[in-house]
């Protein structure tokens, strides 16, 4: 489903990223880890477009997207999450996911003084299916809560939730379970894997959490210094003394 050949990105005379080549298969969950600073979340923003890469290429379903910004990628179905959630605060959960789709009616100044019949029932078809979303993610009691009083795991199920608005065809997820408590990252964890199972949903999330990377991940590849180190199945990453001292600098268990 993506496809990336010989990427990078420099930073004056740094290279993040350094001649990345991967695949991400259609319908797969991959990990992607390494150490801080190993260029993961460089690679994410040159793949969904907030950045421009130095050189290479990408291909989404064999087409070429280099380059291209985040809100084109946006409708063709790639979409990411962040460590850090950017949810709207002073917005509600359901609202949080109303506003979501693009290309509302509502949005256009003359569909309000002529066809408000059109955005009525178009805002009561988004509604339903914000709805719909927040009963998949267990989140039906904070329906009207303010996004910003959730908790850290909260803010990440409604991160989900959004990529659910528009039936995503690929979701880059960011150290989805940073700073969430082990009760919340495990129904984080049921939520990822049925969309992927039911939804048919592909995921691709950087991680440090090995537990949860192994309890999700088909395949994981590993960088380091903005190279990819080796890929594989987590039972031979965990091995893979390259990827040991790549952590820990030393021998040891990942």
């Given at each position: 489903?993506?496809?990336?050949?010989?990427?990078?990105?420099?930073?004056?005379?740094?290279?993040?990223?350094?001649?990345?080549?991967?695949?991400?298969?259609?319908?797969?969950?991959?990990?992607?880890?390494?150490?801080?600073?190993?260029?993961?979340?460089?690679?994410?923003?040159?793949?969904?477009?907030?950045?421009?890469?130095?050189?290479?290429?990408?291909?989404?379903?064999?087409?070429?997207?280099?380059?291209?910004?985040?809100?084109?990628?946006?409708?063709?179905?790639?979409?990411?999450?962040?460590?850090?959630?950017?949810?709207?605060?002073?917005?509600?959960?359901?609202?949080?996911?109303?506003?979501?789709?693009?290309?509302?009616?509502?949005?256009?100044?003359?569909?309000?003084?002529?066809?408000?019949?059109?955005?009525?029932?178009?805002?009561?078809?988004?509604?339903?299916?914000?709805?719909?979303?927040?009963?998949?993610?267990?989140?039906?009691?904070?329906?009207?809560?303010?996004?910003?009083?959730?908790?850290?795991?909260?803010?990440?199920l409604l991160e989900l939730g959004r990529t659910m608005m528009v039936?995503?065809?690929?979701?880059?997820?960011?150290?989805?379970?940073?700073?969430?408590?082990?009760?919340?990252?495990?129904?984080?964890?049921?939520?990822?894997?049925?969309?992927?199972?039911?939804?048919?949903?592909?995921?691709c999330m950087i991680e440090h959490d090995i537990e949860f990377i192994?309890?999700?991940?088909?395949?994981?590849?590993?960088?380091?210094?903005?190279?990819?180190?080796?890929?594989?199945?987590?039972?031979?990453?965990?091995?893979?003394?390259?990827?040991?001292?790549?952590?820990?600098?030393?021998?040891?268990?990942?």
């Amino acid at each position: 489903m993506l496809e990336i050949k010989n990427l990078s990105k420099k930073f004056g005379g740094i290279h993040a990223v350094n001649n990345v080549s991967l695949e991400i298969e259609q319908g797969s969950i991959t990990g992607l880890i390494g150490p801080n600073g190993a260029g993961k979340t460089t690679l994410f923003n040159v793949i969904c477009g907030s950045i421009e890469p130095s050189s290479g290429s990408i291909f989404f379903k064999n087409k070429d997207i280099t380059g291209q910004p985040s809100h084109q990628l946006f409708y063709e179905g790639i979409l990411r999450t962040f460590q850090i959630a950017h949810e709207f605060s002073k917005l509600t959960v359901l609202e949080n996911l109303m506003v979501v789709p693009g290309f509302q009616s509502g949005e256009k100044l003359m569909n309000a003084w002529i066809n408000r019949k059109k955005i009525k029932d178009e805002e009561k078809k988004i509604k339903d299916k914000a709805t719909e979303v927040i009963e998949f993610l267990n989140l039906s009691h904070l329906t009207y809560e303010l996004a910003g009083n959730l908790s850290g795991g909260q803010k990440k199920l409604l991160e989900l939730g959004r990529t659910m608005m528009v039936d995503a065809n690929i979701v880059l997820l960011d150290e989805v379970g940073a700073g969430v408590n082990r009760t919340l990252l495990n129904e984080i964890a049921e939520v990822i894997l049925k969309l992927n199972k039911e939804k048919g949903y592909t995921f691709c999330m950087i991680e440090h959490d090995i537990e949860f990377i192994s309890k999700l991940c088909s395949k994981v590849i590993v960088m380091s210094e903005g190279k990819i180190l080796t890929e594989g199945k987590i039972e031979d990453i965990k091995k893979n003394e390259e990827v040991i001292s790549a952590y820990l600098g030393r021998s040891g268990a990942v």
